[in-house]
């Protein structure tokens, strides 16, 4: 069975500080790597994908992929209050096309405090 | 405005009960997908569908079926609605082509589903 883990926290951490969010997966076949961002009430909205080994940067967020590991995690540098939300980590077995869907963890709560 | 929409955005029925939620994306893409986020605030697939095959997983009672009258529309149909049957269902859609992100899904904003 296709898992993801990671910490439902609350991750608490302050304003302008660097935020890290880690994610571990089970399905060594799985191929894309997401970040969503969800608040409260609202609809997940991707944040950032990953395909390959190595450090994805965008702005403020920066993901890391290791598949070895089996791991992935999201950076957020200088952390605003706005940031405040849930972090889904996804992952996906086949990429570049394929009507499979996404496999969600079931997400960190990180707090940014002012 | 380009989007994923759901319809209705709440919805509030008693046990037993046949109910639909419509979805509905003017992005052109050409996969569907709904999922089921619980009180736990879980997200989950429940079926992937593009014009060439429908994913179902298997943990979703055949009493959901989902129907597509076109490319653009995925509707969710749930027969003899149950308490547990009470989440928040989002509709999602992705467009796999060259030279874009194949695998991004783009959310619905969500339909509250209450059983009472």
């Known amino acids: 069975q296709k898992e993801v883990e990671q910490n439902s926290g609350p991750l608490s951490v302050p304003e302008g500080a660097i935020a890290s969010l880690n994610c571990t997966y089970s399905d060594r076949g799985s191929q894309s790597f997401f970040w969503y961002r969800q608040y409260s009430g609202k609809s997940p909205e991707l944040i950032m994908s990953i395909y390959s080994n190595g450090d994805k940067e965008d702005g403020r967020f920066t993901a890391q992929l290791n598949k070895a590991s089996q791991y992935v995690s999201l950076l957020i540098r200088d952390s605003q209050p706005s940031d405040s939300a849930t972090y889904l980590c996804?992952?996906?077995?086949?990429?570049?096309?394929?009507?499979?869907?996404?496999?969600f963890g079931k997400g960190t709560h990180l707090i940014i405090q002012p | 405005d380009t989007a994923v929409s759901q319809t209705p955005k709440y919805l509030v029925t008693q046990m037993g009960n046949d109910k639909s939620i419509k979805c509905e994306q003017n992005l052109g893409h050409d996969t569907m997908y709904w999922y089921k986020q619980d009180s736990k605030k879980f997200l989950k697939i429940m079926f992937s569908?593009?014009?060439?095959?429908?994913?179902i997983n298997e943990t979703v009672p055949n009493r959901f079926s989902p129907k597509s009258p076109d490319k653009a529309h995925l509707n969710l149909h749930i027969n003899s609605l149950e308490l547990g049957d009470s989440a928040v269902y989002f509709c999602?859609?992705?467009?796999?082509?060259?030279?874009?992100?194949?695998?991004?899904?783009?959310f619905g904003p969500g339909t509250r589903l209450t059983v009472l």
């Open positions: 999602a859609s992705s467009h796999h082509m060259l030279n874009s992100d194949p695998d991004t899904q783009y």
């Open positions: 996804a992952v996906k077995r086949f990429s570049g096309g394929g009507a499979d869907g996404l496999t």
């Open positions: 569908y593009n014009n060439k095959e429908l994913i």
